[in-house]
Structures are given as C-alpha cells and as structure tokens.
C-alpha cells in the first residue's frame, strides 16, 4: 500500500515523533468517554454531532500537532472572551479598560445579570456581561470598522482568514433577550456607550466565528508566544497585555470551576459551549480540545479530562516545584590563570600576564537570566570581588535575559564601579527579552577574546610599558633560542628586514608558504576569510617576538590564512629554502629551529587543551 | 565610629547586594504609606503597633534578604492554613483530604459557616471552616501529638524553633464562639471526627504561633523550593504536595481579592489578620511582608503594596511571556567531522574516522530541558536521524531534566531504536529533577569522550578489522616519517623493545623523563593523577604507530602523567640520550625527528583549536 502523496520530510519527522504518537493515543482513549450533554440553548449548537473529537498542540516554533477531527468548524462562542479582552487592551490600554471591566472572579454563572456593587463594573471580561462590555470598547468608531477589527484580529491569532457560521449567528440574535437585557444593564451603568443593538450584534457574530481545534490551539500558542503567532509570525496582541489576558483566563476561565481547574491542571484556560477547550503553557504550549459534550458547569468533558490528562502525564503543572531544579547561571569560572586571549605573546609577556591573573576572575552564563539566578550570580561576583579588580562576565551561551534581571546587572555595576572595580561584559546580548537595550556601566567587547586581550594589554602596559615600542631582535626569538651568536648572524644575513605599516599583508591565504616571518616589533594577526562575513575572522594575533607563517617549515603549502599587520612593524622574513644552506655552515641549527618549534607548538598545545578543559567544565 | 562588630565577609558582600539596597529603598518609600486599620477583632490583636513594618525576601539557597522590624514577633493567624494543609496532605494523601476539604474559591467572607452543597464540605482550606476540618485530619492521635506534629513541622519550614502567644490563644480561644459553631457544623456533616473542642484548641493554637517576617520568608521560600527548607536544609513537606499548596494559595489565598491579586501580582499568597502577607515565587523566592494595618478585605495594605511594587519592579510576573525568552536547549550541534576523542590515531586511522564521520550527528544540550525544549530537541534529531546511523546526545551542562521531557526522551529512544539507528546518551544526568532514575533504550557513557572513542573504535573495527591487533613497524611511527632505511635500523638497534600486559605502566608522573616509547601495537592511555579522585582523568589514550612521552625530547624534564597500557602491547623505547649518537651516524636525523615531532604537535594543535571554536560556539 502506497502514501497518495509522498509524505514531506517535515510530515515523516512529525510521525515519527513521540508527541503525535502521544496524541494519537490520548484521542484514542479518551473517544471511548462518554457523559455530557451537547449544549441546547441556541437551537443550533444543538445539532453538533457528540461525537466529534479533536485534540490539537501548538509550539513556540510553529510545529502543531493534531489528532482526529480537526477539520470540522464550530463556532469559538465564549473562547472568543479571552481574544477580544486582549484586542480591547491593546486598543484603550489597560487602565481604561479595567474602569469599564472588573478582573474578579465571581461564583455566579457566566449569563448572570450582576455587576460589581461598588463600581458598576461586570465582575470580568469572561462572564457575558463583562464580554459584552469589552466588545463595545474595541476601536472602529462604526459597528463595520469594529468588526473588521475584530475579524482581523482574530485572524491574526489564528493564522487564518474567519467567517461566520450565518445559521448560528442568526440564532443567537434571535435567542439572545437575556444578553440584551444585560446590554442595557450594562449601558445603564455607562459600561456602554454605543448603539446597544450594534454592540449586541458584534457580540453575537464574535461568538459566531468559525474554528477547527487547530486554529485554537495556534491562537493559544500565540498568548503561550508572548502574543506573536508562532507560524505565521505576525502579531496579534502587545506583549505587555498578554499577561493580563492570561491572568483572567487563569481566575475566570472555567466558570465556577476555577479552583479544581487550578488544582488539577494549573494552566490558564478557557472553554465555550461548542465544545472547545484552550489552554496555555506560557512559554511552551498552546493546548485546544474540541468535543461538543458539555458537563454542568458548561465545560466540555472529554476537553477538561484530556488537559487534565496531558498535565498529570506530562507534570505539567505550573505550581509544580522540584528542589533539585534550581538552575546556576554560572556555567564556568576561572580566574585569568586559566585563560588567554589567542594573542601569541612571547615568554616574557607570558610571565607578566602570569604573575598578574588572579586580578581577574571570568564568570560564563548561561541559560535564561531570571532574576533568582541573577540574584546569586551577584552575590557570587560580589563575594570574590575584593580579592580582584577585573571582572568579565561572558555572556554568549545566554539564552537571554528575563527583565527581572536587568536591574540587579545594574547594581552589581554600580556596585563594583564604587569600589573601583572593572566590570566588563563580553558577548552579551543587545536587549533583554523584552527588546530594550541593556545599557551598563561597564566595558563591553563584541567576545571573550577581545575582552582578554584588552585586559592584557592593560596588564603589559601597567609592567612591561606600551607593547608596540616593544623590539625583540632576532637572538632572542622563541624560534632561535639556543642557536650561538655566530648562527644567528648568519640567520640575519639570510633574512630580509623590513618596517610595515598597519594594514599591511605579509602574507595572503591561497599564496605559497615558503617563508617565516620573525616580528622584531609590532604585531601582527591571522585572518581567515569567510565567504558569508565581510570583515573574516581572527585566529590570533601574534606581539614582538614571536615567529608567524611558521608551517611553512612544516609543510610546502600554501597559506591558511591572511597575515595583517595591527601596528607598524619590523619584520625580518626568512625563506625556508636558506635553512639547508645555514645547516651546512652550522651543523644542529635545524634540529634546534625543529625543537625550539616544536617546544612552541608543545606549549600553545598545552594551553589549547588547558581551555579545552575549562570549557568543557 | 566603628562597627560594634566587624561585619563577615557575607554580611559584607550582603550589604552591597542591590536587592539588599532595593529592599531598603522599598521599606523606606512604604512607610510613608499609610491606610487601613489593625485587627481588633481578638482583642490581643488591638495592640500591634501599626508602623512596624518589615519586609524579608529568602532564595533559594537560603539567602535572605531584610529590612525593617524583622525581630518583631507576631501572631501568624491565617497564614498557618496552607502550611496546615500541607502537613495534612503529607499526613492522609491527596486524595483523602480532597474528600473533607474542597478547594474552590469562594465570594464569602473568611469566617462564613457555608458549605458545599453538593458534598459538605468545607469550600477550601483557606476558610476557617476547611482550616478547622484540615486540623482534624493531622496525624497524632492525641491531641498533644497533634500539637507536636504542627509545631515541628512549622519549625521545618521556618527553620525556628515555635513558640505561642499564650495571650492571643487565650483570647482567641475566648471569643472563639463563631468558629465554635463551624466545628460543630464541620462535625455535624463528618468532616471532623475527634473531639471539638481539642481540634479547636488546637486551629487556635496555631493561628496564635510567633513568626517574624523572616521566618515566613524562609517558610514561603521552603514552598518556592520544593518542600526543603532553603536554609536549613530539612524537608518541610513532600514535593508532590507543593503544587497542591500553592494552588489553593493562588486561588483562595487573598480572600476576595484573587482576581486582582492574580492580574496585578499573579503569585500564590496568603495573608493573615495580624499583618502579615507571604507571596511565593516558585523556584525562585519566598516574600513575607508584615504591616498590621488591614484593608477592608482583611489584607495588609502595606503588604498587598510591597509585592505589588516587587512585582512590579522586577516583572515578576508568572503570566508575562516574552517572545524572544524561547531557550534553545540545543547549544551545539556538529556531526563527527568537527569532534575526535582525546585518543591519538595514526594518520590512516584519522582518515578512517574522517570518512566515517557523516555518519555521526552530536547534540550537546545545555539549561533545563523542560517539555517545550525536548519537543524541538527531538524534532531535530528525527530530522537529521534518517542521515546519520549514531546520535550523540551529551548533556553534561543540562542543568536538570523536567519530568515533563523525560517521557519524550523514552520516546526519542524507542522511534531511533526502531529504525536502527543508536542513540547515546553522554554526561546524562542520572535522574530527572523529581529524584527519578532515568533509563532509557541507549548507550550511556560518562562523558563524551568516552562515547566518541567507543564510536571510533566501531568505526575502525568496521572498516580496518580489530585495531589492537594492529603492528605498526618502526619505519611508519609518526615521529621516524622520513628516516633512511639505515637510520630506521639505527633507531631500532638503540631502541629497548618489549612485550608488556594490560595495566603496566611505562612511565609514572614525577619519574624522570628520559625516554620516548614507541607503541608498535597495544595501546596506551595517560592518566593525571588528583588528589580527590580515586582513579584519576584520563587525559589521552593512544594507538599503535604513536610516540608517547615524546615531551622528553623538548625538556628535561620529570612526567607530568603515568602513561598506562590498555591493552598487552608491544613498545619500542629510545632514550633520549641516544640521539645525538644517532645524529652523528645520521646527520639531520635529529631534524627530521624534531621537524615530524612539531608536525604531530602541529595537527593535534590544529584539532584542538577546532575543538575550541565547536566548544565556543
């Protein structure tokens, strides 16, 4: 038997993956629940078919997993309460609109004609009064412009172009004299300031508006998201407001079933008397249940026993605590001992950033930065802050940086710079997660490396004085230790010697190798070129001293890499093919380039694998 | 003027915290705030000072953070209830208590006598009716082993020992006739079974317990962390029942002022008529507030204004979702072409792994893997599955497993199994954050390197046949590359070669190092030796055709390592020494070797800096 069409790749990974083949099996068991009744009181909801049953998952990426019916439409009916909350909260603001409508949950039943004695407000936007009110605040200015509003809105969420089911809209306008009386009610107490028929009729046609289970679940993954719909990547409500919508779903979402919702499965949801169930995992899930059978409080059975369901198999519970899961935000950290810039430095400047690198202590973070975790990253930089006066926090590995945590990064910078300590911020993000720009009294470096070789710098000027008046002539080259006076002569007298300046290339990638440079003074760095970056990328970077272009001694190839001066230089070249000739006038001056070369390779190992090490921590 | 006492590095580091600072700032900007009225109710009550005023803050590692009046003792009244009704879930099961106490939220006062109709029972914990009903169900037996039963276990959460206000008890216990009659209803209607008028005396006891705000902020900080207290590290509750305990608190906890309790501040809370108010932060922290002044509603102004304010200040809300906060619990991936084991290869060995290398897909995980991340994780490696016949995961800076992903990681495993291809699970932690044994369909191997070895060699085995029956003669040793046929017999002739089993050691650290050892077959790995760890690190493992301890021929030198035998092996070993007798036989044998010598460092160098560019990304 043979697939009509070839399943995509995306298609075969989906079924292959565990969580569709949970879903399967949860559609699967819960088609045999029974009990419930399809709801009546608008004629046509009553002609659902009990049987229909949908569950559908959405992610923060987009993928939607879905199982049995997820093609039949219903109406969204009192789902839509929590959707037009938000578009209402966007439009006005929330000041304006918790005046006209309170956020209490009220043990009353969702059609109830009562409203907050003190204030005149509907106790909630979930409760019809309160839904009818919000409705009117949407902005529009004609009932039409609203409801493109709303429409649009409510495509937004879904990721779907809405209509209305006419027979079920025509239904609820015909049935809808307890909602009008509440309408009235509510422009009684200046809740309402429209046309109570226009404001009824936006109502009824919003609670008309046809779903599958799939649009639900991508409209809850859409709050879950922050209020960016996850596949199609559009906005659909402030960021700010999402939290004020799911706070109310979490309250008032369930009828008078709030407490044994929040005991039991804990996500902010809601339902409607078509059958649909949403729920929200902030940051994780959008969960939708479509099955008409409705319970006595008006909530669909098998939608409320699969969320049910799906949280205890999962422990899914936002309340839900483990103790071993505190998470430490310092990955790693080392005191400089432990780390160099890839800057190649001679012995001498080597031992003078040695004697100096318990001045600074590095902390790695990773993970989301919350404020617990900075709280403790604080408290740990602050403990080991008076026995140093640099401090580099790398951020690379963060995933990013929750608001909360922003004003301790603040303090801890104040902090430090009061007592006369440098704080320096390598690799950290631009913004927090909620998009603003994190601005710090501190240094900051695009990476570690830069971090570090600013910092040694430091350290060599404050010891050594400028490094690029630094000059290292040729008999104390790492590459020409132990050679005898009369041998470096000779190495002399075959090298070329010239001063470049900064911007200068010894050498190009793709040329041959068949030279090594001695830097008598300057720098110089290594530049690999990458095709996707502008400006490639730096290896090393190498001060007096040291040998560069040096594997052309090894092997006769050709370039690896650019070799750019930093600073004006001296540079005395030797071609490789002189060496045979200097070994024949000096017997063992090979054997010793070879061992001082090896020696240098053994030593840059030794660090390689001693950063490997921290990193691998 | 001089400190008294001379601060402790702690104190020190605490006092230049910011979130010491900012609690200081937010107890000086409340105290201007003034409104509301004390409890006058019990007549005891009445003689609070209406400005003492204290707000404590306690993390997770038992930090705590404090200003104002925290010496101050005061009654804990209603804030005992979810404390009560976790030692009664501890005591009877979730389910039993579910059966004499419900948990819905209800509009009524505290101290209403009203039940649910349906099943009598008390409407939830947090009232005095379920509070009372809760009572009961303590283990003990006798009331004096109840009471012992409550005031340890409020001194596990507080960390202190308790003591009681005998003048409140007395005078509660005096115009206690309300709650009286709820005792005899609780009893009339089988939710209370033993003597009225012990489980009275005992509710009343309780409510009359001495707190200060920092003890309620460790005992709420105990619930943020799972059921452990922070500080003192002693179980308080079981961690299946925090959830339990925090959603009555969300729901029920602020009497009727849920709704706006949950849209403005969102956290589960309780407050108590003497002033205080605790607010916990799961995972994170525990607050506690104390302000005798009461709102009408019964809550502590001040109280309800600090958690507003800190919640406020740091975004703390646990509904507000930030779009870019998605974590990818992915940090690297690679396939085996950018990673080797520490082991050292021949060259045609490497080449055998670099064509194999496709065939092997690594994902190194880091933070938490929660459900929404082991989802997108999974989806990856079933994407690039059908590619590739092995699969890494390396998890050694995963931060803890969530019990919601460990059903997908199972999953993962048994979809991977079924199409043959291996999963490897490297650096996993044991168990999952709940204390659950984690075992899973895969290989495991404690660290990567490990796992790759044991790849490398399926590899080799696969393709060049068992590899420790492998020879390979002085004439292909890395290090003699190039030597005559004269000078290989010249080496071999100066070279002591022996057979030598599993475990002998060539070479111990601290030995001087004279020799160089050339593995003919066998292997031999280098181990460092730590002082904490029994069997020390392996920091390398090598293959016929390598040089081991070839650091001899640069210095002389003591081993910084013992070199081991893995396998019986067969060793070739020169001594140093030797060399300059052979170079005068040979002239430029010397060179060659030193120039192979800086090859073989050279690409190791080169492997590593790769290794360091994977680890960084």
């Known amino acids: 038997m043979e697939h009509p069409t070839a399943p995509t790749d995306d298609d075969a990974t989906r079924q292959r993956s565990p969580v569709q083949q949970y879903i399967d099996r949860l559609h699967l068991a819960h088609c ?7 709801a009546t009181y608008i004629p046509e909801l009553g002609k659902a078919d009990p049987d229909w049953f949908a569950i559908a998952i959405a992610t923060m990426d987009g993928q939607v997993y879905a199982a049995g019916d997820t093609d039949v439409q219903f109406t969204i009916q009192s789902i839509s309460k929590p959707f037009v909350y938000g578009m209402a909260l966007d439009d006005r603001g929330a000041d304006f609109v918790l005046e006209r409508v309170g956020v209490e949950p009220t043990g009353d039943p969702f059609n109830s004609i ?30 039409e412009a609203q409801w493109q509003r709303i429409a649009s809105g409510f495509a937004a969420f879904t990721g779907s172009p809405m209509t209305v089911d006419e027979g079920v809209f025509g239904s609820e306008n015909v049935t809808g004299d307890r909602n009008r009386a509440i309408a009235y009610l509510m422009r009684n107490f200046g809740m309402i300031d429209g046309d ?18 799939t649009d639900l679940a991508v409209a809850a993954a859409t709050l879950a998201a922050g209020g960016r719909n996850p596949v199609t990547g559009q906005r659909a409500i402030k960021e700010q407001h999402v939290a004020n919508v799911l706070s109310v779903m979490q309250t008032c979402g369930m009828y008078d079933f709030a407490g044994s919702w929040t005991y039991d499965v804990g996500l902010p949801a809601k339902s409607g008397v078509s059958g649909g169930v949403i729920a929200v995992l902030p940051g ?24 049910r369901r799906i949280v205890r198999d999962f422990d899914l519970h936002p309340l839900r605590t483990h103790e071993a899961a505190q998470t430490d935000v310092i990955s790693r950290r080392y005191d400089g ?9 001679t012995l001498s400047e080597c031992d003078t950033i040695e004697q100096q690198a318990h001045r600074l202590e590095v902390f790695e973070l990773h993970g989301r930065l919350v404020f617990a975790d900075a709280e403790q990253m604080l408290r740990a930089v602050l403990a080991v802050a008076p026995a140093v006066d640099t401090i580099i926090l790398e951020g690379h590995r963060l995933a990013g940086i929750d608001p909360p945590a922003v004003p301790l990064i603040h303090g801890l910078a104040r902090s430090l710079a009061a007592s006369g300590q440098t704080l320096v911020l390598a690799s950290f993000p631009p913004t927090d997660d909620a998009g603003k720009a994190l601005v710090f009294d501190a240094e900051r470096y695009p990476d570690l490396d830069v971090a570090l070789e600013s910092w040694e710098d430091r350290m060599l000027a404050e010891v050594l004085g400028p490094r690029d008046q630094v000059t290292v002539p040729l008999s104390e ?38 030279s090594v440079f001695f830097l008598l003074s300057g720098r110089v760095s290594v530049w690999l070129r990458l095709p996707e970056q502008r400006h490639g990328r730096r290896l090393a970077s190498f001060g007096a001293g040291v040998a560069v272009g040096e594997m052309a001694l090894l092997e006769s190839s050709t370039r690896s890499a650019d070799l750019v001066l930093e600073a004006p230089s001296t540079v005395a070249e030797l071609r490789v093919d002189e ?34 090490r921290a990193l691998e921590q």
Chains 1, 2 share one sequence.
């Open 114 to 143: 009562t409203v907050d004695e003190e204030s005149n407000r509907p106790f909630n936007p979930m409760v019809n009064a309160g839904a009818i009110a919000t409705t009117g605040l949407l902005r529009g200015g004609t009932a």
């Open 284 to 307: 994780q899930l959008g969960i939708a249940v479509f099955s008409p059978p409705l319970d006595k409080r008006g909530n669909s059975v098998r939608g409320i026993e699969v969320c």
């Open 337 to 345: 001992r432990s780390v160099r810039s890839t800057r190649t430095l």
């Open 579 to 612: 060496l045979d000739a200097l070994e024949r006038e000096h017997p063992g001056l090979k054997a010793t380039v070879y061992a001082n070369l090896a020696q240098t390779l053994s030593d840059r190992l030794r660090r390689a694998n001693g950063r490997i």
């Open 196 to 213: 109570v028929d226009e404001v009824l009729e936006l109502y009824f046609r919003q609670c008309s508006l046809l779903v599958t289970a």
């Open 477 to 514: 080259q790492e590459l020409l230790r132990g050679l005898s006076a009369e041998a470096i002569a000779a190495v002399e007298g075959a090298c070329t010697i010239g001063q470049l300046d900064t911007g200068a290339a010894l050498a190009r990638e793709g040329q041959d190798a068949d």
């Open 32 to 38: 045999r629940l029974d009990g419930g009744d399809v």
